[in-house]
Each structure stands twice: as structure tokens, then as C-alpha cells.
T-cell receptor, first 117, second 115 residues
Framework: AQSVTQPDIHITVSEGASLELRCNYS??????LFWYVQSPGQGLQLLLKYFSGDTLVQGIKGFEAEFKRSQSSFNLRKPSVHWSDAAEYFCAVGERMIKAAGNKLTFGGGTRVLVKP | DSGVTQTPKHLITATGQRVTLRCSPRSGDLSVYWYQQSLDQGLQFLIQ???????AKGNILERFSAQQFPDLHSELNLSSLELGDSALYFCASSVAGLAVLDTQYFGPGTRLTVL
């Protein structure tokens, strides 16, 4: 079964500093990978996704992620963090459920980002 | 705003009761998904419907059921509620949902508190 691991439960970063959130996945086939952000009291907003092609993916709000097949990783980065980036970030892998002809997302446990002024 | 709407935003009820959560997908989306977010289990997939038919099932309890109506809105019914059912329930929608290439867009969630 596929799984997603986000090793860091909490990360504290100073405003203006760079941010990198780690994500490792376990999936037998070509993974379809996503990063979502959840601000306090809000739903999940899609930041970016990787399906195929260029392994460096650009997303919204200045975020990017790099897919590294050899390391089974899909780390999220932002060069300069703003106070509004304080939120919880979730990495997910999409799985096609062949028998059921449907699909689902499997999420990591999330990383909570705190931004210091 | 993802375009996915969920009602109600908050629900407080007692153990043993039954509640219904409602979701309206984005215009044009045929698939609806339900996820549960709890402190101990994290974000877990419950069930997917595509154009009115159940497509995929996750770790959904037998006390829970869902359906998707002809206008494509969906309802998640939770019965015989237990304290452990307290969680944030998300609905998501996608255009097709028959392949993982689909992107799922999430609603704001319904926070259920069982007392």
C-alpha cells in the first residue's frame, strides 16, 4: 500500500527566511503528487501538483516542489517566507483504485509551519 | 474559494444521534470525495462517488453512508455517533475522478463535535 511520510511535525522559520518541507512517498507506480495547505480554520488549498514532465514544479504563493524519483521525495520550498505562510502543509499521493475504477488521495501527517517575526 | 461548498460549518450533537453533512461540488465536476480529518488518524479517505455511483471506498465505518444525487450534490450520513467521530469532514470534487490525473478541490469542511 502506498504511504506518505512528512518527517517534520513542526517547523519554525523566521519571516524572510527560506523554507523546505520534506515529503517521502512509497508507491509502486509513477506517483501523482500534491501539496495542499490548510490555514487555521480553513479547508485545504492546492499549492501545486506533479503528474509528469519537468521535475521542478511551480505553484501558487511562490512555492515550488522538486520530484526526485531516486529518493522517493517531493519536497516543497519557498525562498522567502511571509507571515501569512503560517499554516499546516500536507503532501499527498494520488492512487488509482483499479478494481473500483475510482481514485483517492493518501495524505502525509502534515507539517505545521510557524513564522517568527 | 475552491467552488466546493459544505454545510453546515459546525455541528454539535450527542452520542447515539444521526447527522447529515452536505456537499455541493464545483460546477462541472462529476466526482465527489469525502475525507475525515482527526487528531489521531490524520486525513483519511472515506468514499468517492462519480455521477451518482459509488466508485471507491476507504476506511468508512458501517455506521457511515453517503450518496450523490442527480444534481451531483452529495450527503454523508453518520449514525449512532460516538465521541471518536468528532472530526473535521471534508468534501472534495474533481472533473472526472476515474484516474489519478484528476485534481481534487476541497471544500471548507464541516466540524462535527459529538458530546
Amino acid at each position: 500500500a502506498q504511504s506518505v511520510t512528512q518527517p517534520d511535525i513542526h517547523i519554525t522559520v523566521s519571516e524572510g527566511a527560506s523554507l523546505e518541507l520534506r515529503c517521502n512517498y512509497s508507491y509502486g507506480a509513477t506517483p501523482y503528487l500534491f501539496w495542499y495547505v490548510q490555514s487555521p480554520g480553513q479547508g485545504l488549498q492546492l499549492l501545486l501538483k506533479y503528474f509528469s514532465g519537468d521535475t521542478l514544479v511551480q505553484g501558487i504563493k511562490g512555492f515550488e516542489a522538486e520530484f526526485k524519483r531516486s529518493q522517493s521525495s517531493f519536497n516543497l520550498r519557498k525562498p522567502s517566507v511571509h507571515w501569512s505562510d503560517a499554516a499546516e502543509y500536507f503532501c499527498a499521493v494520488g492512487e488509482r483504485m483499479i478494481k473500483a475504477a475510482g481514485n483517492k488521495l493518501t495524505f502525509g501527517g502534515g507539517t505545521r509551519v510557524l513564522v517568527k517575526p | 474559494d475552491s467552488g466546493v461548498t459544505q454545510t453546515p460549518k459546525h455541528l454539535i450533537t450527542a452520542t447515539g444521534q444521526r447527522v447529515t453533512l452536505r456537499c455541493s461540488p464545483r460546477s462541472g465536476d462529476l466526482s465527489v470525495y469525502w475525507y475525515q480529518q482527526s487528531l489521531d488518524q490524520g486525513l483519511q479517505f472515506l468514499i468517492q462517488y462519480y455521477n451518482g455511483e459509488e466508485r471507491a471506498k476507504g476506511n468508512i465505518l458501517e455506521r457511515f453512508s453517503a450518496q450523490q444525487f442527480p444534481d451531483l450534490h452529495s450527503e454523508l450520513n453518520l449514525s449512532s455517533l460516538e465521541l471518536g467521530d468528532s472530526a473535521l469532514y471534508f468534501c472534495a470534487s474533481s472533473v472526472a475522478g476515474l484516474a489519478v490525473l484528476d485534481t481534487q478541490y476541497f471544500g471548507p469542511g464541516t466540524r462535527l463535535t459529538v458530546l
